[in-house]
């Protein structure tokens, strides 16, 4: 049996690791207060080059920064007054925040006052952890260069995905392998061998294996799941391989002419992300192509071709694979569609004008699939009109600001009001772009006008509650979209009290301290968060007062 070298699928999504440089100082505010104290790990023993973030969320996406000292300490300065969270960052350790209430959770918001130079922020760091063991085939032998994955379930654009985390592993010659790198969590490992021989006849050895989890299954709903506490090692696991019979793909690609495409390359990628696969090759230039050692699974084929102009043709097609080949599949190229519109701006709330249409951030999202991009940007002319480039399917609307400001016509005041098409607002029910089309007359309406949820969260004791989250969405279930402008998630500030902007309409809110990032953007998240919380109606321009109790994060 052919042995394989490892394909491996490029994904661009990683949680841990944080190897990425020092963030830079992105504020334009400086200041006269300072936050500082001292790094160490769970011994207490002083970590130095750890970078430490003083910035307004979890994230510190803004915000400044500062390397620690060989003993461990760390001063921020030149901060402006206002509300920090302190996070620490170090490769192969937990991302650990100031105060967090579980690992890698929101932590604790700190308020600084002018002048103020705050000392004994210290932060405790605990080691990532590790998985090793073992690959081995049917016969107990080892296996040379299988990847091998640790995959947890995170939420990205809207559901809840099993996706790779950690520093994947590729075995050695004693198929051994080691994944480090993971977060506190819980965990089911992968391996994924590929055969890339090529197969010169119908005679060949089709024989190979199916991506497997441990401890020996194709179902991730069989498999075992681990659970990863910080610097914990689990190791000596042994998963053995399935072996399986695989197929060779055959076919054809016709270009937008109808002629066999001469030039181009054809993927094929699983469906879910429960395996981690990627298979493909050239177009001839007959149009025929060929992929080999596919296992059993449901796929996605996508054929593309030469770029133009940076926008290129493409096919789709779904194919399943039970073990026979697939001859004479037929992929036909299409053009990108074309989304057409303009912008447009409600009149001013206070009387000020609207932004410029370019600084604003226009796009069109769809629904998440391994392969193809989520997002497909808007071309904004000065006059306020638009076209977006895309590939046909169900996609929808949504704007954000891309200019920063704090006057009264600064682009973070203005938000998405309405999606009009046809008459109709499909802001929630988005536009179905057809094929070697377009659609035309799309209106993208702005508004500054606005109400605000403004509460007090509070515990079982009736103490006042800071550090919660306040997610607050629309009563209607089929707002419930990605990006959605019925979506307004808060944090209480200094004076105790979230705010949330939002539309006039029927909401549900609900306070939470320990909630996963954008779980929130999930639906079944919010069908059972729901079930705590309070109901309010707001009409436009009004201030609500809501006062929520802390409600504990739905469990999957």
Known sequence: MARAFLCLLALGISSVGWTQPPARDTSSDTGTGSISGRITDATGHPLSRVEVRAGPNANQVEGRSALTGADGRYEIARLPAGTYTIVALKANYVRTSWGEPRPEGPGKRIPLADGQRLTGIDVRMQRTGAISGRIVDEFGEPVTDVSVQANRYQYIQGTRRLLPSGRGSGTNDLGEFRIYGLTPGQYYVSAT??????????????????????????????????????????????????????????????????????????????????????????????????????????????????????????????????GGDVSGLQLMMLRPSTIRGRIAFTSSSNGSAPPKPSSLDLGAIREWALGQPVRNAAKINDDGTFEIQLMAGHVQLRVAPTGGGNGPNAPANWRLNRVIYGNADVGDSGIDVPPNGGVEDVVVEMTNHGSEAVGTVTDAAGAVVRDAFVIVFAQDQVRW????????????????????????????????????????????????????????????????TVDLPVTPAPVF
């Open 481 to 544: 979209t990605v990006q959605g402008r019925w979506l307004a998630v808060s944090r209480p500030g200094l004076d105790d009290k979230f705010h949330a902007r939002l539309l006039p309409g029927d909401y549900f809110a609900v306070a939470m301290t320990d909630v996963e990032p954008n779980a929130w953007t999930d639906t079944d998240f919010l069908a059972l968060a729901r079930e705590h919380a309070t109901r309010f109606s707001i009409a436009d321009g009004e201030t609500k």
């Open 193 to 322: 061998l590929r055969n890339f021989g090529p197969t010169a006849d119908d005679n060949a050895d089709r024989s190979g294996y199916a991506p497997t989890f441990y401890p020996g299954t194709a179902n991730v709903a069989e498999a075992q799941r681990m659970t990863i506490a910080p610097g914990q090692t689990i190791a000596g696991l042994t998963l053995n391989l399935l072996p399986v019979q695989t197929a060779k793909i055959t076919g054809t690609v016709v270009d937008v002419e109808g002629r066999p495409a001469a030039t181009g390359f054809v993927n094929m990628m699983p469906k879910t992300m429960a395996t981690f696969m990627n298979f493909g090759g050239p177009i001839r230039p007959d149009g025929q192509f060929t992929i080999t050692g596919v296992p059993p699974g449901e796929y996605t084929v996508r054929a593309m071709g030469a770029p133009n102009a940076g926008v290129q043709d493409g096919a789709v097609a779904d194919v399943t694979v039970a």
